[in-house]
């Protein structure tokens, strides 16, 4: 496989950056054509609706479906009634081209539908230009209609109605996407003019992210595995703030340049679920457009596998054995396998690639192996097919239980062929050596997280490979790589606890934004952190008594952005931070901290931890603190023994609040019943308005204490 079609491969592999899948949508209604006004793209000149009608769900609004002859490009629009309308639109843009319905069916906080037309504005959802099997990638596909050109078509011909619609007028609008889609979001306002006037990109990536931030996560979770209890203990509140004691040379080193390469040491508490994430999709590509590092990682000296450790000894596997049956999607989830994937899920940043694994409908997604493989805390690996009309292929897989194994992106024309009986072998080897990966990429000395792995010339401790991967999977997803040249104003929000996309990252494309527009920066962009959220856009978190959701960040960016572009309505101030070691660290102080989140500070007898005894009663006392004119406090909720309910609500007239209304303090009171260790926390939302009936535009953040009961 020559270079160019090597790199094509490794597009169409990406999760977080690929290039387009989705489905078209099926209508019996007659088509009509439409002609496009706005139009810019010959490839996206003949657009066609086939529904066109009024709904009342999730709230009454003119729901319009279509797409683009000629092409898979299809989309979905929702026009709220005219008197609602403020003469802008939302455009969702999803990790990866996927489906235009994906929206359908949310409620609540997670309801981008309901959000945007209660905002005065349309939404517009397309399928990012059609469908690609991952498993045989179109090496002749153009990678910006997947990265922006299809996108732009639907919101060009979406003004065209809006027109018809709405009566002459200007329509202004304005891109979101997260994770992958903020890349995409990114690359769409970089590389058009006159589609959107401002965008929200979120819990975005630089460059260097793929495969990095997977490979540096992956290998600590092998090698921290028993540890991490008492790294997560160590950093919880009320802990000892030394996560490297009581850890041997190996795995103080591995934790050391995981937290330097940017991962958040608070987010080790989902290490049981977070798994491998995106690397799902990625590792095929890695592996085909550098094959020979894969060798040389356990033969060539300067690579951690020709000298390796005793605990990367352990964790290889090899075995040969025999497939004895394949195993169909239901029967996967029912053996607790596979989980099932809903439409949001899909469509969302944290968990868009969870649609990877396997192949839908009466074809196998796992195979029942003769024998019982070893227990080496299996992450991913590879199926090698050894007999059979299959001989030569390889299966990725991504989990081996006992006698199972699971694969993820497959070709199914290789899978038809694969019968009981067949002899296979089991090998972990390529994925074990891409653990590694990160430190034989080493980008230029503008990436400071990358200087551990520098000598003090600068120049590169381990051998390097011929190409930097992560510049190819971004620009396969944002159509060139970000350079911070757009017309517009941009809103850039990041997670503190991302463990997907590092935090730092977001301060890389700042720094490219500052470049191009100087002393004049702040007049067209903000980067808000939020502390104690991760990657995913749904608001049900992992761990609810730990992290918040975003939502309420972002819906509140989409309306700031919206006043600032159309109204000249100043945007609170971007977030102060700076960056140690690869972390991100802010202010403790809201006054200094800015951004539009508010602080939480909870106190126990006036420290993190106190220890009680059952039947006492305790007294809590939390403080919170609001940036200038972000708004009021609409919720404050207690949750004492850690049941992620939040079922005490604190009465809100009994706040004790300062003069200027930016600074609150609340009082709790809880006795325990049983001994252990618990968490009380304390949660806040608050709202630029005051409103405590919407759950639109919610900015949360919590904190919590430790009390010991014996």
């Known amino acids: 496989m020559n270079l160019k079609r090597t790199v094509l491969y490794i597009f169409a592999c990406s999760l977080l950056l690929l290039l387009s899948w989705g489905s078209t949508f099926g209508s019996n209604k007659k088509s009509k054509i439409i002609p ?22 999730p709230i009454r609004h003119h729901y319009i479906h279509g797409g683009f002859r000629g092409t898979e490009t299809r989309f979905s629009f929702y026009f709220p009634e005219k008197k609602a309308y403020k003469g802008h639109f939302f455009q969702y843009i999803t990790p990866f081209p996927d489906n235009e319905n994906l929206s359908q069916g949310a409620s609540g906080e997670d309801d981008k539908i309901s959000f945007s037309l209660k905002s005065g504005a349309y939404f517009i ?45 200007r329509t202004y609008g304005y891109a979101f996407g997260g994770s992958g889609g903020a890349y995409r979001t990114i690359g769409s306002i970089e590389n058009t003019e006159g589609v959107w006037d401002g965008a929200v990109p979120y819990v975005v990536g630089s460059p260097m992210a793929i495969p990095n931030v997977f490979s540096v996560r992956m290998q600590a979770m092998r090698v921290l595995n028993d ?52 690397f799902i999709a990625l590792y095929q590509g890695v592996v085909r457009a550098d094959r020979t590092y894969f060798d040389a990682f356990w033969k060539e000296k300067g690579y951690f596998g020709a000298n390796p450790s005793e605990s990367l000894v352990k964790a290889r596997l090899q075995k040969a054995s025999k497939i004895k049956a394949g195993i169909a999607l239901d029967e996967a989830i029912q053996l607790g396998l596979k989980e099932p994937v809903s439409a949001g899920e899909r469509g969302s940043a944290d968990l868009a690639w969870k649609s990877m694994g396997g192949v839908e409908g009466t074809m196998p997604v796992a195979f029942q192996l003769e024998d019982v493989l070893p227990n080496v805390n299996f992450m991913g690996g590879d199926l090698v097919i050894k007999s059979g009309a299959a001989a030569g292929k390889t299966i990725q897989l991504m989990k081996a239980e006992g006698d199972k194994v699971v694969f993820g992106p497959v070709d199914p024309s290789v899978l038809v062929k694969i019968r009981p009986g067949d002899e296979v072998y089991v090998d972990n080897s390529n994925f074990l050596a891409s653990q590694y990966y990160h430190r034989h990429q080493v980008p230029g000395k503008e990436y400071k ?9 600068g120049k590169p401790l381990y051998p390097q490979r011929p190409m930097l991967l992560g510049p190819l999977f971004t620009q396969s997803a944002s159509g060139v790589l970000p350079n911070g040249k757009f017309k517009g104003k941009m809103i850039l929000l990041e997670s503190l606890w991302d463990r997907e996309a590092f935090p730092w990252q977001a301060d890389w494309y700042r720094t490219k934004v500052k470049e191009h527009f100087g002393d004049s920066t ?37 309306r700031d952005l919206s006043a600032w572009v159309e109204k000249g309505v100043v945007p609170p101030a971007s977030t102060s931070y700076k960056i140690e070691d690869g972390q991100v660290i802010v202010p403790a102080m809201a006054a200094e901290r800015k951004g539009i989140q508010p602080i939480v500070d909870l106190k ?49 007239t009994q706040l004790k609040i300062n003069k200027s209304g930016d600074k609150a303090i609340v009082k709790g009171k809880h006795s325990f019943s049983k001994s252990g260790t618990f968490f009380p926390t304390l949660r806040v939302a608050t709202h630029r308005n005051g409103d405590r009936e919407t759950p639109f535009a919610r900015i949360q953040n919590l904190d919590r204490v430790r009390v010991v009961v014996k």
């Open 604 to 652: 126990v007898s006036g420290g993190k931890r106190l220890e009680a005894k059952i039947g006492k009663p305790i007294e809590f006392e939390g403080t919170i603190e609001l940036p200038v004119n972000t708004g009021k406090i609409v919720v404050l909720e207690w949750d004492f023994e850690g049941e992620g309910t939040f079922a005490e609500k604190a009465d809100l």
């Open 227 to 278: 540890k991490l209890p008492q790294i997560i203990d160590a950093v919880e509140a009320g802990g000892s703030g030394d996560m490297y004691a009581g850890l041997n040379d190996e795995e103080k080193a591995v934790l050391q340049e995981v937290t330097k390469m940017g991962f958040p040491p608070q987010s080790w508490f989902g290490y049981k679920t977070m798994g491998v994430h995106g």
């Open 522 to 558: 702040d007049r067209h962009f903000r980067v808000w952190f939020t502390d104690r959220a991760l990657h995913g856009d749904l608001s049900k978190q992992e761990d609810p008594t730990r992290t918040v959701s975003y939502l309420g960040v972002l819906q509140q960016a989409l």
């Open 36 to 57: 496009d006004e706005a139009g810019a793209d010959t490839l996206f000149n003949n657009p066609y609706i086939d529904i066109d009608e009024w709904r009342d769900k």
């Open 125 to 169: 959802e397309t399928n990012g230009g059609g469908k690609v099997d991952f498993s045989k990638p179109n090496f002749s596909a153009d990678p910006t209609i997947g990265a922006y050109k299809a996108n732009a078509a639907a919101a060009r011909f979406s003004k065209t109605l809006a027109l018809k619609l709405f009566g002459n007028h």
């Open 449 to 457: 997280v990358w200087d551990q792995f520098r000598d003090a010339e």
